[in-house]
């Protein structure tokens, strides 16, 4: 925000210092008067453009792709910048390595069926499970 004040003020000094030299006592409020108009126009316009990028996010008007044709399965780090990650894709497991400037095929697989989810084996997560479960019956 100070940046933006420190902006207006050094951008409206010419303008200021050129109404009092050479202007009668009126120049000045009529200058001011100029660049609060625009500079308010100009506010108003980033306010229109932030508005709207906030309703096509809050909307989902964008196009989106179908979340289930594309889908990480996991990852791991090898390296400070080297992952290994598990992509499924139309029923098919690829094994992919990523790093900073290239992404390789490392190896394909079928994908397994769809088992029932890992049970809960953390004592606070089983506790809050049970707890979900009393609130909602």
């Known amino acids: 925000m100070s940046f933006f004040l420190r902006f207006f003020a050094l951008a409206c000094l010419p303008l200021w210092a050129r109404a009092n030299v050479s202007s009668p006592a009126a120049a000045p409020s009529s200058s001011l008067m100029s660049i609060a108009q625009v ?8 306010g229109l453009i932030l508005l709207s990028a906030w309703l096509v996010r809050r909307l989902s008007l964008l196009p989106m792709s179908n979340a289930q044709t594309l889908r990480v399965v996991s990852g791991v780090m090898v390296g400070s910048k080297e992952r290994v990650v598990v992509v499924e894709v139309e029923g098919r497991w690829l ?20 088992t029932e989810p890992v049970p809960l084996t953390s004592p606070f997560a089983a506790r809050l499970a049970t707890i979900l479960q009393r609130k909602t019956s």
């Open 95 to 114: 094994v992919l390595g990523v790093t900073a400037s290239a992404v390789n095929l490392l190896h394909t697989l079928d994908a397994p069926e769809q």
């Open 39 to 46: 500079t308010l126009a100009l506010a108003f316009v980033i």
